[in-house]
T-cell receptor
Framework: AQSVTQPDIHITVSEGASLELRCNYS??????LFWYVQSPGQGLQLLLK??????LVQGIKGFEAEFKRSQSSFNLRKPSVHWSDAAEYFC??????????FGAGTRLTVKP | EAGVAQSPRYKIIEKRQSVAFWCNPI?????LYWYQQILGQGPKLLIQ????????DSQLPKDRFSAERLKGVDSTLKIQPAKLEDSAVYLC??????????????FGPGTRLTVL
């Protein structure tokens, strides 16, 4: 079965600084990869997803992620963080015939 | 377009009591999911419906949890009796198609359950 690891429980960055959130997955076949964001008291919102093709995926709110098969990674990046980006971020992996598995999440704090 | 609606938003009960959560998915969405999100963890799928049929309930603790989706629209998730470890946020999500892992799931705001 597929699994996801998000090594960083909590990250703090200054507003305007760049951001990279790490995600490592485990799955034997072609994975389907997702990044979701969860603001306090809100449900999860899809930022971006990767199925095939170009390994650099663009998402909403200025986020992008890069799929690296050799490293089993799908890291999320943003060149300049805004205070409104403070939230919990979840990486997830899906597969044909299987449900989506989520990582434990990374909480992002943005310093003014 | 209205999103996924859930109620109540918060619920506090004592252990061994019963509780029910309600979800109204996005209109026309065939697939409905219930997830359990324990504090500090990612969401875990409990049950998945296609229209009003159960597709996957392998992670649902069937001795105490039950769910139904009448007429393939609204759904209720029930816990009876509740245990302390059931304290979590219960998320409902829906997607347009079925069996398409690439299909986007849209999440409701969740119900935060506290069991004392």
């Amino acid at each position: 079965a597929q699994s996801v690891t998000q090594p960083d429980i909590h990250i703090t960055v200054s507003e305007g600084a760049s951001l990279e959130l790490r995600c490592n997955y485990s799955y034997g076949a072609t994975p389907y990869l997702f990044w979701y964001v969860q603001s306090p008291g809100q449900g999860l919102q899809l930022l971006l997803k990767y199925f095939s093709g170009d390994t650099l995926v663009q998402g909403i709110k200025g986020f992008e992620a890069e799929f690296k098969r050799s490293q089993s990674s799908f890291n999320l990046r943003k060149p300049s963080v805004h205070w409104s980006d403070a939230a919990e971020y979840f990486c997830a992996v899906g597969a044909i015939g299987n449900d989506m598995r989520f990582g434990a999440g990374t909480r992002l704090t943005v310093k003014p | 377009e209205a999103g996924v609606a859930q109620s109540p938003r918060y619920k506090i009960i004592e252990k061994r009591q019963s509780v029910a959560f309600w979800c109204n998915p996005i209109s026309g969405h065939a697939t409905l999911y219930w997830y359990q999100q324990i504090l500090g963890q990612g969401p875990k799928l409990l049950i998945q419906f296609q229209n009003n049929g159960v597709v996957d309930d392998s992670q649902l603790p069937k001795d105490r949890f039950s769910a139904e989706r009448l007429k393939g629209v609204d759904s209720t998730l029930k816990i009876q009796p509740a245990k302390l470890e059931d304290s979590a946020v219960y998320l409902c999500a829906s997607s347009e198609a079925w069996g398409v892992v690439t299909d986007t799931q849209y999440f409701g705001p969740g119900t935060r359950l506290t069991v004392l």
